[in-house]
């Protein structure tokens, strides 16, 4: 780091990158110190270029522009650009659970995890607020499904309603709900939820009417990830294929039971070499294009900016197979402090 990037640092009380890597590691969060970009500059192996016109801020502090939320859903749109704020779309599922939500008095559901210290790492447990979404992906019922994260799953059969919210909100979206245990033992009539089949669900923001930039970064960094991903064997999908396993309303044991179906199959997800990429509408922090989520199977959810395609190779073998955080782009995550893991993917 420059002596002029460092002074700016402490004028500014910003944290230099050895503050941040270091408190990375004191809360436990798996860090890589590979670079983020491995290839040439300018690059010589083909990767995708963002216009000169591409202009992202490159000098404030990224960490820590992310706020702590306890579930974050995408909800089936079929498309990749929307009305600018999605939850105020009248007659669309994100404006009822939006209402939904902030009409419920859940509390925090209690917690004794050591609060992380790197700013934007946080315990979803922490936080009793949703974080909603518009995606990209179809749905596989004839109303909306929706993805929940960190639980992981697929909710399929809710109504564009006030009672399809409140569904979704009752069976699946309550901070009272534990994460592996997303599916109650008497759903309203309908629902399906499953367990996403995908060692990793990675999202970019595609929302051009928040963001031209937005929609000129996602397409390109889409082409990169698919191309990263199939290269090293990987099979990647853009939309939810049909279920074929049974939906965990139809599982017939105990609470107990049901939690350790879950979580073995969450497990077991790691070694599908299979990715789901979507689009998704506006996160926050455009200004720290391109807007990276990466979700995995064991909880954790890992906020990149300042993507480039450049950069996908780090992340797809750090980050994406390694279970490594890249720090210098990360704005932070829930679930990356596993103190006593060498990886994200260890449970």
């Known amino acids: 780091m420059s002596s002029f990037r460092r002074l700016k640092a402490w004028a500014t009380n910003a944290l230099t990158p050895e503050a941040i890597h270091n408190h990375l590691v004191d809360d436990g969060v798996p860090v890589s ?6 290839c040439a500059d300018p690059c010589e192996e083909g990767h995708p270029e963002f216009p000169d016109r591409f202009k992202v801020d490159m000098e404030s502090q990224m960490i820590g522009s992310v706020r702590p939320y306890r579930r974050q859903i995408l909800i089936s ?26 009409r419920s008095t859940s509390p925090v559901v209690a917690h004794d995890e050591v609060r992380p210290r790197a700013p934007g790492v946080f315990h979803a447990s922490s936080s009793s607020e949703i974080t909603i979404l518009n995606g990209s992906h179809s749905s596989v019922s004839d109303h909306e499904t929706v993805l929940v994260f960190p639980d992981y799953v697929a909710v399929a059969g809710i109504p564009a309603s006030a009672k399809g919210a409140q569904m979704l909100w009752k069976n699946a979206l309550d901070p009272a709900i534990p994460r592996i245990l997303g599916a109650t033992k008497k759903p309203e009539p309908g629902i399906q939820t499953w367990v996403l089949p ?6 970019m923001c595609s929302h051009k009417r928040r963001d031209a930039r937005c929609a000129i970064a996602a397409p390109k960094l889409e082409q990169a990830f698919t191309h990263s991903l199939t290269s090293r064997g990987w099979t990647v999908d853009n939309q939810l294929e049909p279920f074929i396993d049974l939906p965990l309303e139809k599982f ?5 039971e049901r939690e350790e179906h879950v979580t073995s199959t969450l497990k077991t997800l790691r070694d599908s ?9 506006h996160v926050g922090g ?4 391109g807007v990276t989520i990466i979700y995995t199977p064991g909880g954790a959810t890992i906020w990149y900016g300042r993507v480039t395609p450049h950069d996908v190779d780090a992340i797809v073998e750090q980050t994406i197979i390694g279970g ?12 990356l402090a596993k103190p006593g893991c060498k990886s994200l993917h260890d449970w």
Do not use: M
């Open 252 to 256: 017939s044991g105990s609470d107990e």
């Open 273 to 281: 070499q299979r990715a789901l990429i979507l689009y998704n509408s």
């Open 198 to 203: 995908y060692a990793c669900v990675i999202t």
């Open 33 to 38: 110190d590979a670079p983020c970009r491995g």
């Open 324 to 335: 490594l955080v890249l720090p210098s782009l990360l704005r932070g995550g829930a679930g």
């Open 286 to 289: 455009h200004r720290y294009n």
């Open 77 to 102: 749109t079929a498309k990749t650009d929307w009305d600018r704020d999605v939850t105020s779309t009248r007659g669309s599922l994100a404006a009822f659970v939006d209402s939904a939500h902030y």
